[in-house]
Nanobody, 116 residues
Framework: VQLQASGGGLVQAGGSLRLSCAAS????????MGWFRQAPGKEREFVAA?????YYEDSVKGRFTISRDNAKNTVYLQMNSLKPENTAVYYC?????????????WGQGTLVTVSS
């Protein structure tokens, strides 16, 4: 299984970015896909997930949107109204639906830097 995240970069506060995560080596539609982030000096935290429903960390609700294209084996994270505190390495992850809540597969991360 490989998860390839992309789309990170440098953006000014208030700007937008769209992250993508291309998956291979799995039956994509059978997996819950999630986005996590790790800011400098902090622990990795949950951002959003999508299965048949979508789930968001409270601070990103209304600003971030997770979506998936099962035909392209890709999950997206549209991030709007970005804030400096959103600066982090963003990781995508996959977990088989119906299995343990712990995500089994992880991508390599893509850096998002939001300048003030």
């Amino acid at each position: 299984v490989q998860l390839q995240a992309s789309g990170g970069g440098l953006v000014q506060a208030g700007g937008s970015l769209r992250l993508s995560c291309a998956a291979s080596g799995l039956t994509f539609s059978r997996y819950r896909m999630g986005w996590f982030r790790q800011a400098p000096g902090k622990e990795r935290e949950f951002v959003a997930a999508i299965s048949n429903n979508t789930y968001y960390e409270d601070s990103v609700k209304g600003r971030f949107t997770i979506s998936r294209d099962n035909a392209k084996n890709t999950v997206y994270l549209q991030m709007n109204s970005l804030k400096p505190e959103n600066t982090a390495v963003y990781y995508c992850a996959a977990n088989l639906l119906g299995s343990s809540p712990k995500y089994r597969f992880w991508g390599q991360g893509t850096l998002v830097t939001v300048s003030s």
